[in-house]
């Protein structure tokens, strides 16, 4: 057969590279994750024989197989499971984390900084190239379930690795490490040690679902012993807690989540009755990358009498949970069952609705017991949970009383909504928050400034999401949820009838400036007013009290979704000496054509103010130089 040799892709070689110069102090985990992928292509192989029964293929004694030999230093992990073609080859195997080798590699330089390097394989698709770790050279041979040609890959790591077709090879996947010399100073240990291979399956892999076989050595003048079953094949799910160590739940997490980190929290449910299944969920301790891409799979995996069924089965969590992992095992669901099915099955939706409860009093207990987990919680999930607030109203408050939000009251410590009640202000009807990019330049925004001036604590929210679930929620506890840049604004409660008197006459004083205004600026505003809300800034712009905001026309616009643009309002702080030169300047009757520039600079000001962009940038820029060039 014609053997091609082909190139690492540049980042591949880099990757490599680091991995093989011991970037990971535990070299055991090339063992756990080969076993690992041997599993997966089990439980593949599993599946695809369920839904054709045509395949041919067989699965009367799936299982993976661990060979060694020391006079070769070899070490084999062989599985007969769905093996991978010749093609599959050359993109699983042949490109190292296709979709996020360079994120891997930034992240690999950090956590090397940061001593946490070991918590990163797995994550990017590269579980296969830690064999490197422990081998001088790596050999796969593979076959495709059904096909009757399969694939010899071979590589020493460094450029280059071959492609062959074989005739001969047997259904599944084989990886042999021609292992390196022991180096125990550098934690390499001698992998062809029977003890070292069976502490291995045992701390990492007890709880796969398939056996892993090895012979024993033979003792001198003995026949060959039979193959022995390493692992105890125990669904942790299945088992009472107090059979089972967190040190097991954790390496079951590890297994399926591919994170190699310790969850955050364990979950455990188990439903008797009618409808019977166990879960057992992980809340990690870490955000992937990748948790608010398109392509994210979730991480449930859904099993029917401990036979698997699915990987990441997005009917058992909603969206907004979608960080969980963990397994559920159903005892009446159909081992046949398809994707479409489950998003119809009653039993199923009984299933979220359960989980999705359970999931969120674990965080709220969380939240009232240890105040540290809550704040990691948080932090990686915060952002994802709050889409729950718009698309699970039935839910919504069980949300909202896990949720927590940056606020003026403190400069570091979050917030509830409860709490935020509890301090309002006597004759307070409103809890008031504002949304933008970051806690800085919402802090400084001219809409600001009354709340500051009057000691008013608002939320501050930075996420997109923000923009969306307030409106969703509206009113928490009565109270109703207003943005401080959205509609008319009056703080003066307490002297109500006097501050009207004032502002109605400052009104009436500026009528004629503030309809000149308005007919200047039509393009871009719809009204011209005086503000409340204002004690330092000339202007700033709002939003009708029902029009949407910029930030939220510009989320649907990327989203594909065409809305007009929405005019907004100007307000100008009458008591700004800006505002009251140009008032004065009006009512002087000076040239109109000047006037008109430091109109349009005064609105360019405030939309820049408040983090926008003028409409045209340039002339903006030409104004202001001209203006510059006149005080000089």
Not at 32 to 59: G, M
Not at 71 to 83: K, P, Q
Not at 366 to 392: C, H, N, P, Q, S
Not at 524 to 551: G, M, N
């Amino acid at each position: 057969m014609t053997t091609e040799t082909f190139e690492f892709q540049v980042e591949a070689r880099q990757l490599l590279q680091l991995m093989i110069h011991s970037v990971y102090s535990n070299k055991d985990v090339f063992l756990r994750e080969l076993v690992s992928n041997a599993s997966d292509a089990l439980d593949k192989l599993r599946l695809e024989k369920l839904r054709d029964d045509s395949l041919d293929a067989d699965v009367s004694d799936l299982h993976i197989e661990l060979d060694v030999d020391k006079e070769a230093r070899t070490l084999t992990v062989r599985d007969n499971g769905i093996g991978m073609s010749y093609d599959e080859v050359g993109q699983l195997i042949g490109t190292i984390a296709n979709s996020g080798t360079a994120t891997f590699l930034q992240e690999l330089k950090e956590a090397k900084d940061a001593g946490g390097a070991e918590g990163l394989i797995g994550q990017f698709g590269v579980g296969f190239y830690s064999g490197f770790m422990a081998a001088d050279e790596v050999t796969l041979v593979t076959r495709r379930a059904g096909e009757s040609q399969g694939t010899r890959w071979t590589s020493r790591g460094e450029a280059t690795y071959t492609l062959e077709r074989v005739d001969d090879a047997p259904q599944g996947t084989s990886v042999t490490l021609h292992l390196k010399p022991a180096d125990p100073e550098n934690q390499l240990h001698d992998y062809t040690s029977e003890w070292k291979i069976r502490e291995i399956v045992k701390r990492y892999s007890d709880f796969i679902t398939w056996p892993i076989r090895m012979v024993p050595e033979a003792e001198d003048g003995q026949d060959a012993p039979e193959p022995e079953t390493l692992n105890s094949m125990k669904a942790l799910w299945a088992r009472s807690r107090d059979e089972v160590s967190d040190d097991e739940y954790h390496e079951l997490y590890k297994h399926i989540s591919h994170d190699w980190r310790e969850p955050l929290e364990t979950i455990r449910l188990q439903a008797e009755g009618t409808f019977e299944y166990q879960a057992l969920l992980f809340v990690p301790s870490h955000a992937p990358h990748d948790l608010f891409t398109r392509d994210f799979k979730r991480g449930v995996q859904l099993y029917v009498k401990r036979v698997f069924i699915m990987d990441d089965c997005e009917a058992l969590l909603p969206p907004y949970l979608r960080f969980v992992k963990g397994v559920v095992d159903a005892q009446d669901l159909s081992l046949n069952v398809s994707r479409e099915i489950l998003q119809q099955d009653r039993h199923i939706r009984m299933m979220q609705r359960r989980l999705t409860k359970k999931v969120l009093s674990t965080v709220k207990e969380i939240k009232t017991k240890d105040a540290e987990r809550y704040a990691t919680f948080w932090r990686e999930f915060g952002t994802a949970l709050k889409e729950g607030l718009v698309t699970d109203p039935e839910n919504r408050d069980a949300i909202l009383a896990v949720s927590s939000f940056a606020t003026t009251h403190s400069d570091d410590e979050p917030t509830t909504l409860a709490q935020y009640v509890e301090r309002m202000q006597d004759g307070q009807d409103d809890i008031w928050f504002i949304t933008g990019e970051s806690r800085q330049s919402i802090e400084n925004s001219p809409h600001m400034e009354a709340f500051r001036d009057k000691g008013i604590e608002v939320l501050l929210l930075t996420d997109a999401v923000d923009e969306v679930w307030v409106d969703a929620v509206g009113a928490y506890e009565g109270k109703k949820l207003r943005s401080v840049t959205k509609g008319e604004i009056d703080l003066d409660a307490e002297d109500a009838d006097k501050a009207g008197e004032e502002r109605e006459k400052q009104a009436e004083e500026f009528a004629g400036l503030l309809g000149w205004m308005r007919e200047r600026l039509d393009e871009d505003i719809k009204e011209v007013r005086l503000s409340t809300r204002l004690t330092v800034s000339p202007a700033c712009v709002v939003s009708d009290a029902h029009d949407l905001t910029p930030a939220l026309e510009n989320m649907y616009r990327a989203m594909g979704q065409e809305v007009p643009r929405t005019k907004r309002i100007l307000e100008l702080n009458p008591g700004h000496p800006l505002v009251k030169g140009l008032h004065q300047a009006y009512q002087a009757g000076e040239e109109r054509a000047e006037l008109a520039e430091s109109a349009e600079l005064l609105h360019a000001l405030a939309v820049l103010a408040e983090g926008g962009q003028p409409k045209d940038p340039a002339r903006f820029v030409r104004l202001v130089a001209d203006r510059l060039e006149r005080t000089l």
